[in-house]
């Protein structure tokens, strides 16, 4: 099985900065696309950022443009999400998901890590 590990998550103050992680492992995810979703309590799971297998194209909701990077990690295998000027409305689970093509529905991913808890206080 393929597994996904987020790492990097926890409780910050409005305007504060995390460095999320996502490391893959399993099998060669060399040509698969990688994206970031967030979850609130009670909310749909939704679309956050992404990027393609080659680093080169990023996408992002526009509700953390500005504010958020995504990129490739060391490795091809991890990926990291740079928050900065973090606000209350952010907090939410943040999972990593992964497949060949990248998609802003969650129904289109096959892999999923576990989430990492991101809190943001005012």
């Known amino acids: 099985q393929v597994q996904l590990v987020e790492s990097g998550g926890g409780l910050v103050q409005s305007g504060g900065s995390l460095t999320l992680s996502c490391a893959a492992s399993g099998r060669t995810f060399s040509y698969y696309g990688m994206a970031w979703f967030r979850q609130a309590p009670g909310k749909e799971r939704i679309f956050v950022a992404g990027?393609?297998?080659?680093?080169?194209?990023?996408y992002y909701a526009d509700s953390v443009k500005g504010r958020f990077t995504i990129f490739k990690g060391y490795a091809e295998s991890t990926m990291t999400l740079q928050m900065n000027n973090l606000q209350p409305e952010d907090t939410a689970v943040y999972y990593c998901a992964a497949d060949r093509a990248i998609a802003t529905t969650p129904g289109s991913y096959e892999y999923w890590g576990q989430g990492t808890q991101v809190t943001v206080s005012p």
């Open positions: 990027i393609n297998w080659s680093g080169q194209n990023m």
